[in-house]
């Protein structure tokens, strides 16, 4: 059974690329779990924690997919019903990226979903792009065993080193206190790419908050910054570059963050060439 708590986790994230170009790297990281019922109760933890107003760590609604003058229950099952789903009625945990410092990009957020028997049903993945769109993932185990399984065709325009016609397998698994979401990418008959978050519980309380706070300020501002980074160093080696699918194909997201709501359109140097065209049509 896959268990996830309210609390902290801390961990790292180690992303592996295996065609055109090999490409790795790993970066310790940090986020947290919210009872998404109980989320003004959580961010009162601390003088350096609130609910929809700056501060050190902030959680703000309008951060998540749908209308923010909902709850982010209501949101889901808005958004099961139009998918003609059901969303389970037990315990939803969220774990994601806060704002810090006034700052927000979460890549992906996890919804662990849970049946009144308090078993994992769905979780919804939540994916951001630096392109200001979103787009929601149902996921429901494809196999039987203690972790959840699931694998489905790519749907979502993310990386523009990645493409499209791709098949993700994902599996979210957990140990005591240790929890595993691991993906993986397949195009064709070939894995291209891979990534594994690994990260260990803490408690949810002032001294760990601010531990985490004082160990990984700016959490939100590094993963963007290692977005760009990394990008570049692909496009340094010549990973051809792939066209966003067009504007309007995808969801905006609520809330367009700097360096994660760029448009289509930038030119790239000679000598990069990219799959279908000369012009670079998102960043990472």
Not at 109 to 118: H, I, K
Not at 130 to 148: I, K, M, S, V
Request: glycine residues 8%; aromatic residues 14%; hydrophobic residues 40%.
């Amino acid at each position: 059974m896959v268990n996830l708590h309210p609390g902290i986790y801390v961990g790292t994230l180690r992303h592996r690329r295996f065609a055109p170009a090999r490409h790795d790297f790993t970066y310790p990281i940090f986020m947290v779990s919210l009872d998404i019922d109980r989320i003004a109760e959580m961010m009162s933890v601390s003088p350096l924690t609130s609910l929809n107003r700056w501060n050190a760590a902030s959680f703000h609604s309008e951060d998540h997919f749908g209308n923010p003058l909902l709850t982010l229950r209501e949101r889901l099952a808005a958004d099961a019903a139009a998918r003609s789903l059901g969303l389970p009625p037990g315990k939803i945990f969220l774990l994601t990226h806060l704002r810090y410092f006034g700052y927000n990009f979460n890549p992906v957020s996890f919804f662990y979903c849970y049946g009144r028997e308090g078993d994992l049903k769905t979780i919804v993945a939540e994916v951001n792009n630096t392109f200001g769109e979103t787009h929601n993932y149902w996921l429901e185990n494809d196999r039987a065993g203690e972790a959840l399984h699931a694998d489905f065709a790519k749907e979502f325009h993310v990386s523009p080193f990645l493409g499209m016609e791709q098949q993700y397998q994902w599996t979210f698994a957990s140990n005591g206190d240790s929890l595993i979401v691991q993906t993986n990418s397949h195009e064709g008959a070939g894995h291209i790419f891979d990534a594994t978050l690994k990260l260990e519980f803490r408690e949810w309380n002032r001294r760990n908050l601010h531990s985490v706070l004082l160990l990984y300020p700016w959490m939100t501002l590094k993963v963007i910054a290692a977005i760009h980074w990394q990008a570049f160093r692909l496009w340094g080696k010549k990973v051809p570059v792939v066209h966003h699918p067009g504007a309007g194909k995808f969801a905006k997201s609520t809330v367009q963050h700097f360096g994660a709501s760029w448009q289509p359109g930038r030119v790239l140097p000679e000598g990069h060439g990219e799959s279908g065209g000369g012009r670079l049509k998102t960043n990472c």
